[in-house]
């Protein structure tokens, strides 16, 4: 869509095209006289994927949509790999928890949202220890040095069977394990955390803890 700022009416072309990124997912170019930074601002807000001043020439709009189709293409692609990814992990038959590396909570599946009592939109900007409260009787409190160890020592940490005391009190004896995630570079940008009720543990195709 081509939208002009300035549009006759009680909706904007900046308002307008937040309504068009946002509900239709079609790409838009402004195409308007307003270049102040105010203005700027406003639209850049709304998600377009172009901005061209008039006057232009059409080389320049030609060029401009080309850009944005390309981006829009390639931003859908994304989200639809996210989507996928995102599925995957929530199908896993292992209950999972996804933190930054400060140890606040980015995702939980299914089975982490049973066992802990907190649903993921709850959960989320959490940190681990108020979501994941877990102890032995003997070493109450470990769990709340375990994002900081993975991150810190950049490895994976076994965790033998445990309670977890989830969210309405009851209690759960798991197991599983914490580890690392890591950008392009190598660097620790989170940690993800695995676990699973302990009487599962006799599965032959689960690793005994440590």
Known sequence: ??????LKGKMDGVEAARHIHTELDI???F???YGDDE???RAKGSGPMGYVMK???LPELRRAIEISLEQHRKSQDIRREQHW???TLKAIGEALIITDREGRVKFMNPLAETLTGWAEPEAIGKHLEEVFTLYREDEVGEHDMLVSRVVSEDLSVRLRTMTLLAKDLSKHSVEGNAAPIKDASGGVIGTVLSFYPSDRAGDASRPSPV
């Open 85 to 87: 990814f995102h599925q």
């Open 39 to 41: 203005t700027f601002h």
């Open 27 to 29: 790409p838009v170019v």
């Open 55 to 57: 006057p232009f020439q």
């Open 1 to 6: 869509v081509l939208m002009d700022i300035v």
């Open 31 to 33: 195409v308007t006289a």
